[in-house]
Every structure is written in structure tokens, then in C-alpha cells.
């Protein structure tokens, strides 16, 4: 249970050491920062949804036929629909932009702001929870190991999130310590999904490969839809494919080394 513990929290240590950059960094963070970070969070996130969660799917299912490919290719449909709904029904709007997104409402700018970071923290804490019950199941795919190579790579990728919620909302007007807090809190919905995956996935190993399908269907639509694009838009968008690129290799190292 200690690993499990540990295993959830280590992403949201991760963003809250990014929110805590608001201490440190100057009020506003420059175009050319945001689109280095972005980047590189989507390079981790799709790193992670192949070695993490696709390729162990693969493994456990693959027998060179369509049907043996099928659960991984409809789990990764749904997580896909899943986070879809998710973004249709919640309100939100992204740092980079100040259109909404989702239903109509009438919240001040920095909570939509949190919404859209927590709202793409829940593939990101499902997928934790995910492997940890695999692992639990005594997967023979998933190993403790591999499960805290997720649990890493999302923390890498949370810190910079973390700093690009917290600086905003310092130049908007906030306190460092109600920038802090409100980027910390942003994260906290991700160990709150991995435990509820963990519990809703007690003894269904059978369905593990559908499952892991799912989360990373889910994780690569939060990174298509958002982060990619918001990397990419406007200058310095070979900034943000340099940083892809980099939180890629290190999300790929970290698996290599630790699974």
C-alpha cells in the first residue's frame, strides 16, 4: 500500500513543484517558455501512452489477428469519446486563448483555467491507476517498476503545467501564494482518478488490456487537442517541437531504464 501511496502522489509532487516556480520566476512567463513546456509535456504524454499503456496492451492481447487486436483498438476509441464528452461537457478555457470551451458560463477566467489543467489531469491520474492495478493483479506485462515509470514520467510532465497555471494567474492578479495553491490544487485531481481506477478495477485483470487501451486513448486526446496545438500556434513552434522531441526521449529513457 506504501508504493500504491507513494506511486499516486509522485505526479502531484510534480505539479506542485511547478506551481511553486511562481516564487521564483518572473510574473509573466514568455511565449517562447510556454512553447518549450507545452512541447515538452506532449512528448512525455505521448511517450508514455505507447510504453506505458499501448505497447503492455499489445503484448497481453496480440496473436496476429484482427480480433486479438480489437479490445486495445476499442478501448482506445472509448477513452478517446470518453475525454470528448469530457471536454463538450466542462466548462474551461486554455492559457493560451481566451475563448471558452464547453457550456456557457459565467466562472472567472482562473477557475476555467484550473478546470482545463484538471480536466486533462484525469487521463493522466487514470492511467496511473491503471497500471498500479495491473501490477496489483500481478500482471506479468506490468511490473511495480514499470508502474513508477508512469508515475515519473507524469510528474516530469506535471512541473511544467504546474508553472504554466501558477504564473498566469500571478500576472492576473493573484497573490505568489494564491497563484501557488490554485496550481497546486489544479493537480489534485489527478491521484483522486488513480485511486478511483485502482478501486473500480479490483479483480478485472481480465479486462487489463482494453483498460490500459482506454487511458491512453484518453491521455492522447487531452495531448492532440490541446497541448500539441497550443505548442504549435503562432511563433516559436519549432520551440515547442524541440521540446516535444525532449520530453519524448526522457519519457522513453525512463521506461527503458526502470522497466
Known sequence: MENIALGFAIPFIGTSLGAAMVFFLRDKISDFAQKLLLGFASGVMVAASFWSLLQPALEQTSDG???????????FAAGMCFLFILDTLIPHQHIDANIDEGPRSSLPRSTKLILAVALHNIPEGMAVG????????????LTLAGAFALSFGMAIQNIPEGAIISIPLRAEGKSRSKAFIM????GLVEPVAALITLLFLDNVSSAMPLLLAFAAGAMLYVTVEELIPSSQSGKHSNIGTIGFATGFMIMMTLTAILE
Open 183 to 186: 496550481g497546486m490544487l489544479s
Open 130 to 141: 491503471v497500471v498500479f492495478a495491473g501490477m496489483l493483479g500481478n500482471d506479468t506485462v
Open 65 to 75: 489477428t484482427i480480433s486479438g487486436v480489437m479490445p486495445v483498438l476499442t478501448g
